[in-house]
């Protein structure tokens, strides 16, 4: 099945206390991105990736890095984690941005930062 | 600034009726739009994309509309079920390599049996 896949799916963690967010798609998309969801606000970009080894802000990435090692593989990384961050995180991937085949999102992950 | 809205924000029917979720953008320069459904604890899952060439697209009981100059864009929904019950939300995107797309804050959708 394709399928974008996020782990874990909830995460309560502490302040400063560096945490990583895997997203992996089988679908051998080039484009991957990364969106944080809180209410009021909707979804926003964080960041985003063209392909293996090229990566680019998105909109909110204050605290937050990403690495593109491999294709398949956008993970999301808090170095050190504030309660601002608490959110829901989703991860998506696409042949290209604005492919008419769209975005393929992930089920979420569920971040809260205490 | 490029925003995405969505009215209402939430909106509760009986099954079986038909109903019109609307989206509209403020920048009519709009690549494609595309419109998802969340459920609690789950995902987006991809309903419909329609491309800024195209007026409409159709998915079994769905139907979405485009239409630029005016900045709007609906999804139909025919002979509701409670199953559709979810949060609808509509995403623009504008082209580029950063492949952004604005959201709009969505519209929950509760249908009674």
């Known amino acids: 099945e394709a399928q974008v896949t996020q782990n874990p799916r909830y995460l309560i963690t502490v302040t400063g206390k560096k945490l990583t967010v895997t997203c992996s798609q089988n679908?051998?998309?080039?484009?991957m991105s990364w969106y944080r969801q809180d209410p009021g606000l909707g979804l926003r970009q964080i960041y985003y990736?063209?392909?293996?080894?090229?990566?680019d802000k998105g909109d909110v990435p204050e605290g937050y890095k990403v690495s593109r090692k491999e294709k398949r593989n956008f993970p999301l990384i808090l170095e050190s984690p504030s309660p601002n961050q608490t959110s829901l995180y989703f991860c998506?991937?696409?042949?290209?941005?604005?492919?008419?085949?769209?975005?393929?999102f992930g089920s979420g992950t569920r971040l809260t930062v205490v | 600034k490029q925003e995405v809205t969505q009215i209402p924000a939430a909106l509760s029917v009986p099954e079986g009726e038909n109903l019109v979720l609307n989206c509209s953008f403020t920048?009519?320069?709009?690549?494609?739009l595309q419109w998802f459904r969340q459920d609690p604890g789950k995902g987006l899952t991809s309903l419909l994309l329609?491309?800024?060439?195209?007026r409409e697209q159709t998915s079994g009981r769905l139907n979405a509309s485009l239409d630029k100059s005016s900045g709007r864009s609906t999804l139909y929904i025919a002979a509701s079920q409670p199953g559709d019950s979810a949060t609808y939300l509509c995403?623009?995107?504008?082209?580029?390599?950063?492949?952004?797309?604005?959201f709009g804050k969505g519209t929950k959708l509760s249908v009674k049996p």
């Open positions: 998506a991937s696409s042949f290209s941005p604005g492919a008419v085949s769209g975005y393929t």
């Open positions: 995403a623009a995107h504008y082209g580029g390599s950063q492949g952004n797309l604005i």
């Open positions: 920048d009519s320069a709009i690549y494609n």
């Open positions: 329609i491309q800024s060439s195209q």
């Open positions: 679908m051998n998309h080039e484009y």
């Open positions: 990736s063209m392909n293996v080894e090229v990566t």
